[in-house]
């Protein structure tokens, strides 16, 4: 079993519309929860990060968190073309440490003009 | 501007070449990452570095060096030895190696190497 599960999608979704993007992890552990972008051919950028449970906004963007379920999901309202992109979850057991980085595949996201 | 630069942006090799994949930051970054993307399998670490001139394997190192004698520069050769070494390959850096902090990593735009 992989640390980190993300369903590859495809998804397709039209603009305006909500979009749920999830993973799973098996390990209890992970505290540190990010959430990259990844346009097409280019290097994934940083969205969001949240630390244990919870939720946290930034403008469009929601992370959630539920270590109960071991489940962590980003919500895009009203989503734009320009959100077409793969987006990767992250995690990390603690603060420091460099080698302890686990990502999921990604989701392949198109938003429909 | 700050950032993480990596080149060439495409690259391509013969097989039994070496080839050293470019990156640099600039962001006073002590902890530098190399990874490797291929379709459906996620980012896998090759190799990282948390200080200068320390660096240590990642899950997948077999076939590939690095070093790291500047604290902006982690350059990455693919060896010969390296099997499938057809792939895109992203350069990260995060601000605290060692010491305890958020540790977020921010990568560069990528180097895609193929071999011919």
């Known amino acids: 079993q992989k640390e980190v599960e993300q369903d590859p999608g495809p998804l397709s979704v039209p603009e305006g519309a909500i979009v749920s993007l999830n993973c799973t992890y098996s390990n209890s552990a992970f505290q540190y929860f990010m959430w990259y972008r990844q346009y097409s051919r280019k290097g994934p950028e940083l969205l969001m990060y949240t630390y244990s449970s919870g939720n946290k906004e930034d403008g469009r963007f929601t992370a959630q968190v539920d270590k109960s379920s071991k489940y962590i999901s980003l919500f895009i309202r009203d989503s734009q073309p320009s959100d077409s992109a793969t987006y990767l979850c992250?995690?990390?057991?603690?603060?420091?440490?460099?080698?302890?980085?686990?990502f999921g595949t990604g989701t392949r996201l198109t938003v429909i003009p | 501007d700050g950032g993480i630069t990596q080149s060439p942006k495409y690259l391509f090799r013969k097989e039994g070449q070496n080839v050293t994949l470019s990156c640099e930051q600039n962001l006073n970054h002590d902890a530098m990452y190399w990874y490797r993307q291929d379709p459906g399998q996620g980012l896998r670490l090759i190799y990282y570095?948390?200080?200068?001139?320390?660096?240590q394997k990642g899950d997948i190192a077999e076939g590939y060096s690095v070093s790291r004698e500047k604290k902006e520069s982690f350059p990455l050769t693919v060896t010969s030895a390296q099997k499938n070494p057809t792939a895109f390959y992203l350069c990260?850096?995060?601000?605290?190696?060692?010491?305890?902090?958020?540790?977020?990593?921010?990568f560069g735009p990528g180097t895609r190497l193929t071999v011919l």
């Open positions: 570095s948390q200080i200068v001139n320390d660096f």
């Open positions: 992250a995690m990390k057991r603690t603060m420091s440490g460099a080698n302890n980085l686990f």
């Open positions: 990260a850096s995060s601000p605290t190696g060692l010491a305890g902090g958020p540790d977020t990593q921010y």
